[in-house]
């Protein structure tokens, strides 16, 4: 079972930074938080990922609080391409992603 | 440089038939996962093959099946088709001491 909580769905403005909160309240002092998304039709891609400390790339920035039983991916300036289904994923290294159902994020012009 | 390609992208089989699917990783990976993705569900981990041996396993039953050949190419054999069976496949590759997934379209299968 999925170890993380997420809300089903947000909107968001183009433009505008989208802000997608994720509870893992049990995780382990081993495990990673992994964020995913994945687009209508596609496989799931890759985001971005921490153990504890805040981590950036060129696509979202990743914010974990200092007691890692919460997270948040920010897509600092979201456009109508950034719409659709992101995963957190709680994970120990060597072993299988477990997916929840995800946050469904619309943006819109 | 392709990446995580799946044969084929549609499938129609009937209850009871065998199915296989197929899976090529992306170049430099040696790790592939299978996972089984329904209508409105995020993906279920069903296997992961590293040095053609089954590493880990997910909650599917034995008619479900896997292979890795030594090009670290892989198949998803599922027997005894049930229409629950119907889905979207995901195969993902990795590099075994790297965690993040590379994952391909899938192959959506269609149980009638």
Redesign the interface.
Known sequence: DAKTTQPTSMDCAEGRAANLPCNHSTISGNEYVYWYRQIHSQGPQYIIHGLKNNETNEMASLIITEDRKSSTLILPHATLRDTAVYYCIVNQAGTALIFGKGTTLSVSS | DAG?TQSPTHLIKTRGQQVTLRCSPKSGHDTV?W?QQALG?????IF?YYEEEER?R?NFPDRFSGHQFPNYSSELNVNALLLGDSALY?C?SSQVSV????????TQLSVL
């Open positions: 995580v996962s996972y569900q995020g993906p279920q981990f992961q880990q997910g995901l993902a965690e993040k997934l590379f994952f391909g379209s899938g």
